[in-house]
C-alpha cells in the first residue's frame, strides 16, 4: 500500500481529524493527524488488516518554534513491509498529546525522553518521569526557548 492510498484510507475513515499530508520536498512522506484523535487513529493504523503498523521504530518529540510543538511517529509493518511517519503539534503552552504506549508498549521509554527533553505531557502514560535529567532538573532542554541555567546545586554549568 503506498503513502496515497493509506492517506485515502485515513480520511474516509478519521476525516477532519487527519489534517495534512505531505509528499513533495520532504525526505518521508507523513500524515499529520489532529492530537486529539491520535490513539484512534495509531490503533487503527495497527489492527486494520492492509495497514497492520505492528512495530513503532521511533517516537520523537519536536520543537517547531512559533509556539508549537509536536511528537513524530515512526511506524513500520513486518507484515506488509511498508512503512509511515505520523506526525501530530500541539502548542507550547498546552503540549498535552495522548499516550500510545498501550498501542505500542516500546514508546514507554520514547514518551519519557519527549516528555523529559521537549516537556511534551502524554496523557495516560503508565510512568510519565524525567528518564535522563535529574527529578528536580528545571525545564526541558531541546526546546527553542530554553536558557541553560550557570549553576545546577553549586556546579556551573555547562562545564568548561
Not at 112 to 137: M, Q
Amino acid at each position: 500500500m503506498n503513502h496515497q492510498e493509506m492517506f485515502q484510507k485515513l480520511t474516509s475513515r478519521f476525516g477532519n481529524s487527519i489534517v495534512e499530508s505531505k509528499t513533495e520536498g520532504v525526505i518521508d512522506p507523513y500524515i499529520k493527524v489532529s492530537a486529539s484523535a491520535i490513539t484512534e487513529v495509531a490503533a487503527f493504523l495497527r489492527d486494520d488488516a492492509d495497514l497492520q503498523f505492528d512495530f513503532l521504530m521511533c517516537l520523537s518529540g519536536v520543537d517547531y518554534g512559533k509556539d508549537v510543538i509536536g511528537v513524530v511517529y515512526n511506524l513500520f509493518s513486518m507484515t506488509h513491509r511498508h512503512k509511515m511517519t505520523l506526525k501530530t503539534e500541539v502548542t507550547r503552552t498546552a503540549p498535552g498529546v495522548p499516550s500510545v504506549t498501550h498501542i505500542w508498549p516500546s514508546a514507554n521509554w520514547h514518551e519519557r525522553e519527549a516528555f523529559d527533553l521537549i516537556g511534551i505531557v502524554f496523557k495516560g502514560h503508565p510512568d510519565l518521569r524525567r528518564i535522563l535529567l535529574p527529578d528536580d532538573w528545571e525545564g526541558h532542554p531541546l526546546r527553542k526557548d530554553y536558557k541553560v541555567p550557570e549553576f545546577y546545586h553549586g556546579m556551573r554549568v555547562p562545564y568548561e
